[in-house]
């Protein structure tokens, strides 16, 4: 290794990569992932002495997450945040291309089957849309929140949007098309776009808000202050304003509210589902309403098809089970 490899190795601040990185992906939450992920391996690197970016050091950071209990899905991220640090790092010459190359082979962690995730029941979904109204006439929460709540919850149980995507919903992006409304034009994951079909409760829904809130163009989903009045521009809690539109954290924080007061929570009293789970429930329910598969891959807008599959194998393995063709018949212990 060269002079100034080897005082990079010592001396240099790769704190200052981590932009080079973040720069490299387009959606936020991956930014925000990534550079979760890219200073806690930067910590552990600082404490380990500074060996050097080496496909070893990576190993060893693979094998202390492991150790910890990290979660698969957590490690492979962090190892995916690391291989884009080095292949930056080599593309403006701060590391060997023969050390990147040997950081972007390390191995990530082989999932171990599927996760089943959560899902709602239909009964369960319906009781989660409904519960910002009842907790209205309980008189818990203002008017205009309980309408925006349930149209919000109403979106993202009956079109299986993203929280990101809920956010940025736009009234025009809601027309009628062939007699029946729908979501136009929605840009997902990697620019992907597609069309969702509305059910007319969700419509009803979003009808009420409308209604309620006066607005009717621009974004769907706005801020309220605390009386539950429209916001407007908003100071958020780093500093900075928000235009009063509601942001995805916003979007998570709503789902977690109302899952906590329809009583869907763990032993520990926490929530038993979250955001994403909804767009999860969607599509259980979807199938199980006897959807096919073309159209749930629609509605989420997944690219490729073996994807939607995934995503309801575990529903789809549960509902009948290799026991389910065990029969025993048990003796009864009468009192």
């Given at each position: 290794?060269?002079?100034?490899?080897?005082?990079?190795?010592?001396?240099?601040?790769?704190?200052?990569?981590?932009?080079?990185?973040?720069?490299?992906?387009e959606?936020?939450?991956?930014?925000?992932a990534?550079?979760?992920?890219?200073?806690?391996?930067?910590?552990?690197?600082?404490?380990?002495?500074?060996?050097?970016?080496?496909?070893?050091?990576?190993?060893?950071?693979?094998?202390a997450?492991l150790?910890?209990?990290?979660?698969r899905?957590?490690?492979n991220?962090?190892?995916?945040?690391?291989?884009?640090?080095?292949?930056?790092?080599?593309?403006?010459?701060?590391?060997?291309?023969?050390?990147?190359?040997?950081?972007?082979?390390?191995?990530?962690?082989?999932?171990?089957?599927?996760?089943?995730?959560?899902?709602?029941?239909?009964?369960?979904a319906?009781?989660?849309?409904?519960?910002?109204?009842?907790?209205?006439?309980?008189?818990?929460?203002?008017?205009?929140?309980?309408?925006?709540?349930?149209?919000?919850?109403?979106?993202?149980?009956?079109?299986?949007?993203?929280?990101a995507?809920?956010?940025v919903?736009?009234?025009?992006?809601?027309?009628?098309?062939?007699g029946?409304?729908?979501?136009?034009?929605?840009?997902?994951?990697?620019?992907?776009?597609?069309?969702?079909g509305?059910?007319s409760?969700?419509?009803?829904?979003?009808?009420?808000?409308?209604?309620a809130?006066?607005?009717?163009?621009?974004?769907?989903?706005?801020?309220?202050?605390?009386?539950?009045?429209?916001?407007?521009?908003?100071?958020?809690?780093?500093?900075?304003?928000?235009?009063?539109?509601l942001?995805?954290?916003?979007?998570?924080?709503?789902v977690?509210?109302?899952?906590?007061?329809a009583?869907?929570?763990?032993?520990?009293?926490?929530?038993s589902?979250?955001?994403?789970?909804?767009?999860?429930t969607a599509?259980?329910?979807?199938?199980?309403?006897?959807?096919?598969?073309?159209?749930i891959?629609?509605?989420?807008?997944?690219?490729?098809?073996?994807?939607?599959?995934?995503?309801?194998?575990?529903?789809?393995?549960?509902?009948?089970?290799?026991?389910?063709?065990?029969?025993?018949?048990?003796?009864?212990?009468?009192a």
């Amino acid at each position: 290794m060269d002079g100034q490899h080897r005082a990079l190795a010592r001396t240099d601040d790769w704190y200052t990569i981590i932009d080079l990185v973040t720069q490299s992906v387009e959606s936020p939450h991956s930014k925000r992932a990534y550079s979760r992920a890219l200073i806690d391996f930067l910590d552990w690197y600082e404490a380990q002495g500074r060996p050097g970016l080496s496909k070893a050091t990576v190993n060893a950071y693979r094998e202390a997450l492991l150790a910890a209990g990290k979660s698969r899905a957590s490690i492979n991220q962090a190892l995916s945040a690391i291989r884009k640090l080095a292949a930056e790092a080599a593309d403006n010459d701060l590391l060997p291309p023969t050390l990147a190359y040997g950081v972007e082979r390390v191995k990530g962690v082989r999932q171990a089957g599927v996760r089943a995730g959560n899902w709602l029941t239909v009964e369960q979904a319906e009781q989660l849309v409904n519960t910002p109204v009842y907790r209205w006439q309980r008189e818990e929460i203002p008017l205009l929140k309980a309408l925006r709540d349930q149209a919000l919850l109403a979106v993202m149980v009956g079109t299986g949007l993203r929280r990101a995507e809920a956010a940025v919903l736009a009234w025009e992006q809601i027309q009628q098309r062939d007699g029946r409304w729908a979501i136009i034009d929605l840009v997902g994951k990697r620019g992907r776009v597609r069309s969702v079909g509305l059910p007319s409760w969700v419509k009803a829904a979003l009808d009420r808000w409308a209604a309620a809130s006066g607005v009717t163009a621009g974004r769907v989903f706005r801020a309220l202050n605390k009386d539950g009045q429209l916001a407007g521009r908003v100071k958020t809690k780093g500093g900075g304003h928000t235009d009063g539109n509601l942001t995805p954290q916003a979007v998570y924080n709503v789902v977690r509210e109302h899952v906590l007061a329809a009583g869907y929570t763990n032993q520990k009293g926490e929530p038993s589902f979250a955001a994403h789970d909804l767009r999860r429930t969607a599509a259980a329910l979807a199938l199980k309403g006897g959807a096919d598969l073309r159209q749930i891959q629609q509605m989420l807008g997944h690219a490729s098809i073996t994807t939607t599959e995934r995503y309801l194998e575990p529903l789809r393995s549960l509902q009948v089970t290799a026991g389910d063709f065990i029969q025993i018949e048990l003796a009864v212990a009468d009192a």
